[in-house]
C-alpha cells in the first residue's frame, strides 16, 4: 500500500507496447505502457477499455472512424468494439480494465504480451 | 463514446468536494472533484478506491500515516480502510472506484454527494 509514481513507473522500462500492472482494485487493473507504431486490430469479449494518454497524442482507432486522444484526455473502449492503437511518436498510456484482460483482446501473435507486475 | 478532455470536466464545475463522474466501465465509475480543507473520516465497505492527482498536492490521512499524493501520483485505499482527504490548497482528483460509491463511506452528513453526471 504505497503511493505510484507514474514517471518513475515510466522511466523503469522501454519497450513498446509492453504492459505493466502498477496498481489493482476491484477486479481491475491499472497498467501503463509506452506505445509507439501500429498495434494490430483487436476487440475485449468481455472487457471495457481505459485508454488515458499521459504523454503524447494517441490515434485510436476504430472501424467507423478515428479518435484522437492528448495529453489528459481518455476514452473508453467499449467490449465488443474493435480498436487498433496507432502512434507516430512514443506515447505513454495508462490503462483501466478487468483484470488478465489480453493485451491482444481475441488475436494471439507476436505481439500478444502477458502484463507484468511493476 | 466520445473522449474526454479532465481540463475541460475541471472548468465545468467549481465547488469543491462534488464528484462529477466522467465515465463508466465494468461497473466502475471515473469521478472527478476539486477538493480543498479538509473532509471527514470514512471508509468503504465493499469499495477499493484510487486517488489520482491531476493538480496539486493532496494528503490522504490513514490512520496511522499520511500520504502525500503529487500530480501525476495515485494511491489505492483498500476497502474498510479509514481515510481523510486534506488539501491546503485546491487539488483536481480523479477517482476509480465502483459505481455508486458514496463520497463519505460509512457516513452520510453535510458533506455527503451523490455524485452527477458529467
Given at each position: 500500500?504505497?503511493?505510484?509514481?507514474?514517471?518513475?513507473?515510466?522511466?523503469?522500462?522501454?519497450?513498446?507496447?509492453?504492459?505493466?500492472?502498477?496498481?489493482?482494485?476491484?477486479?481491475?487493473?491499472?497498467?501503463?505502457?509506452?506505445?509507439?507504431?501500429?498495434?494490430?486490430?483487436?476487440?475485449?469479449?468481455?472487457?471495457?477499455?481505459?485508454?488515458?494518454v499521459v504523454k503524447g497524442?494517441?490515434?485510436?482507432?476504430?472501424?467507423?472512424?478515428?479518435?484522437?486522444?492528448g495529453e489528459g484526455e481518455?476514452?473508453?473502449?467499449?467490449?465488443?468494439?474493435?480498436?487498433?492503437?496507432?502512434?507516430?511518436?512514443?506515447?505513454?498510456?495508462?490503462?483501466?480494465?478487468?483484470?488478465?484482460?489480453?493485451?491482444?483482446?481475441?488475436?494471439?501473435?507476436?505481439?500478444?504480451?502477458?502484463?507484468?507486475?511493476?
Open positions: 500500500m504505497d503511493k505510484i509514481n507514474l514517471a518513475q513507473q515510466f522511466d523503469s522500462f522501454a519497450e513498446h507496447w509492453q504492459q505493466h500492472i502498477v496498481g489493482e482494485l476491484n477486479g481491475q487493473e491499472v497498467k501503463i505502457a509506452k506505445v509507439k507504431g501500429e498495434f494490430v486490430w483487436h476487440h475485449h469479449d468481455d472487457a471495457d477499455e481505459m485508454f488515458f497524442n494517441l490515434t485510436l482507432q476504430l472501424r467507423d472512424r478515428d479518435v484522437q486522444i481518455f476514452f473508453i473502449v467499449p467490449r465488443g468494439i474493435e480498436h487498433r492503437p496507432v502512434a507516430a511518436e512514443e506515447v505513454h498510456v495508462m490503462l483501466f480494465e478487468p483484470a488478465n484482460t489480453l493485451n491482444t483482446g481475441n488475436v494471439r501473435n507476436e505481439r500478444t504480451y502477458e502484463a507484468t507486475r511493476a
